[in-house]
């Protein structure tokens, strides 16, 4: 499959080299975009159609919900504003510069245009539960500062073919009026492997619509798709996707740097610095590590004056190893 390669393998036990300057530059880089990002949405959107509506976005503070009937496509999609950005994220270098490119390429889009070029816009993700891909999406969507829409199938998917298919129509129809990062995870439920196409069936005419459906999508909506099962998707499907990236579980190092952050936070005791902690956690995905890292930060301020680090570490690497761990 062409995925973009990872250089996960590659990364494994090998430092990345820090500068003050890549610092500097990437927060000299961060203030351009969050102009930029303004600039965009003030173009773009009518202030008067978003209101203080919330629903829970992550375990921080909850996150505006846009009530705008284009955006939600009446309830068939919810528009939440994301807030992670791709400097939150530990990535390995070949995916990090492919996002960016695509970023720039978005707002690069009249130059582009100028020389009769489109920016991509269609975006598939793959790889096994927790390795990103929802969060990915997401700083899509904060980096190019538009609203993160996410297509709601308990709603779209009826019993009846014909609803499912009518109410795509309208997810599109609505989007296409509203630059949006439009988010569908769990592609392989909509876009499934339609088999014998000589046998015209319900399921054929719904993955056919979908595909017409994302060729027609125009470049200033960002369609991201997510799968776990690459090999349940219709052919004829990913194909349509200008990036294709498999996100792995992190790397060694990238667990290293994650558990640096810990460390940052909290004093690990020698026996349990990054490199030591992280050959105890075999192999976790960055939700297993999240939980992981989450878990000690829970424990250690309920602990409060009594804590002690590296108890809780053993109590915490305990349970991690005697988690249910599923097929993947
Ligand atoms: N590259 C990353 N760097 C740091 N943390 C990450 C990274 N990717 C994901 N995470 C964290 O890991 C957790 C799981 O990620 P996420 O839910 O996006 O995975 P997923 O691939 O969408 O999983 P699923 O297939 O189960 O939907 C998130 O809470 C996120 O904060
Ligand atoms: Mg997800």
């Given at each position: 499959m062409p995925l973009v390669d990872n250089d996960r393998d590659a990364h494994w036990k090998t430092k990345t080299p820090a500068s003050n300057l890549a610092g500097e530059l990437d927060s000299l880089s961060r203030r351009l975009e969050t102009l930029f990002s303004d600039a965009r949405r003030d173009c773009s959107h009518?202030?008067?159609?978003?209101?203080g509506e919330f629903v829970a976005f992550d375990d921080a503070t909850p996150a505006p919900v846009s009530t705008n009937p284009h955006a939600n496509s009446q309830g068939l999609t919810v528009a939440l504003t994301p807030r992670k950005r791709f400097t939150d994220l530990i990535l390995a270098r070949v995916t990090r510069q492919a996002c960016e490119e695509l970023v720039e390429e978005q707002r690069q889009a009249e130059r582009l245009r100028e020389h009769g070029l489109l920016p991509r816009h269609r975006v598939l993700l793959h790889g096994?539960?927790?390795?990103g891909k929802t969060t990915l999406a997401e700083a899509f969507a904060t980096e190019l500062g538009l609203p993160f829409c996410k297509v709601l199938y308990h709603r779209v998917i009826g019993e009846q073919l014909a609803d499912t298919i009518a109410r795509l129509w309208r997810v599109f129809d609505a989007v296409r009026q509203f630059p949006c990062v439009l988010f569908f995870d769990e592609f392989e439920t909509l876009a499934?492997?339609?088999?014998?196409?000589?046998?015209?069936?319900g399921l054929q005419r719904a993955v056919s619509t979908l595909l017409t459906q994302i060729d027609d999508v125009p470049w200033s909506v960002v369609l991201i798709a997510a799968t776990n099962h690459l090999e349940l998707m219709d052919s004829a499907a990913w194909r349509r996707f200008q990036l294709r990236l498999d996100l792995p579980k992190p790397s060694f190092e990238h667990v290293c740097e994650w558990l640096t952050r810990l460390g940052a936070d909290l004093p690990l005791p020698a026996r349990y610095a990054p490199e030591r902690l992280a050959e105890h956690l075999?192999?976790?995905s960055w939700g297993e590590l999240e939980e992981f890292t989450m878990g000690v930060r829970r424990r250690y301020v309920l602990a409060g004056?009594?804590?002690?680090v590296e108890d809780i570490l053993e109590e915490r690497l305990q349970q991690y190893n005697t988690r249910f761990v599923s097929a993947y």
């Open positions: 009518d202030p008067s159609v978003c209101v096994v539960p927790g390795t499934k492997e339609r088999g014998d196409r000589s046998d015209e069936t075999c192999n976790p004056t009594e804590a002690r």
